[in-house]
C-alpha cells in the first residue's frame, strides 16, 4: 500500500505506510547534539561548583577573581564558542514546506 491510498478521513492504516520524513531524522540528530551539549555543560559547572566552590577560601585568585570564578567564567565563554561553533557547522536550514505540498502548489 502507498501513501496515495491513505485516505486522510480514515484511521485505517498501517504506520508501515507512511513515508519518513527526511527532516525528521535531521531535527531529531540536532536536538541530540544540543541536549547533549548542554548536559555536558551543566555536568561541567557543577564539578565545579562542587570541586572548587566548597573550599574557596582554601584556593588561590586568578585575575583578582577567586578560582571557582575565573572557571565558571571559562566554562560560560567555551559554551558560548560551542553553541556558535553547532549553529555554525551542524543545523542545516531546511524548507519546512513538505514534499506534497510542493507537489501540489507545482500543479
Known amino acids: 500500500m502507498s501513501n496515495n491510498l491513505i485516505d486522510p478521513e ?3 492504516y498501517s504506520f508501515k505506510d507512511i ?5 525528521i531524522k535531521r531535527t531529531t540528530k540536532e536536538f ?4 547533549f551539549t548542554y548536559i ?3 555536568a561541567l559547572m557543577m564539578i565545579n561548583l562542587f570541586t572548587f566552590g566548597l573550599h574557596s577560601q582554601d584556593y588561590p585568585k586568578v585575575l583578582g ?4 570564578i575565573f572557571i565558571l567564567i571559562c566554562l560560560l ?7 556558535e561553533l553547532i549553529c555554525t557547522f ?3 536550514d531546511m524548507d519546512l514546506t513538505s514534499k506534497n505540498n510542493k507537489q501540489e502548489e507545482n500543479k
Not at 541530540?32 to 541536549?35: A, E, Y
Not at 577573581?65 to 571557582?68: K, R
Not at 565563554?77 to 553553541?83: H, L, N, P, Q
Open 19 to 23: 513515508e519518513e520524513d527526511p527532516r
Open 40 to 42: 555536558i555543560y551543566g
Open 77 to 83: 565563554v567555551g559554551m558560548v564558542v560551542t553553541v
Open 65 to 68: 577573581f577567586p578560582l571557582w
Open 32 to 35: 541530540f547534539i544540543t541536549f
Open 10 to 12: 480514515s484511521r485505517n
Open 90 to 92: 551542524v543545523y542545516k
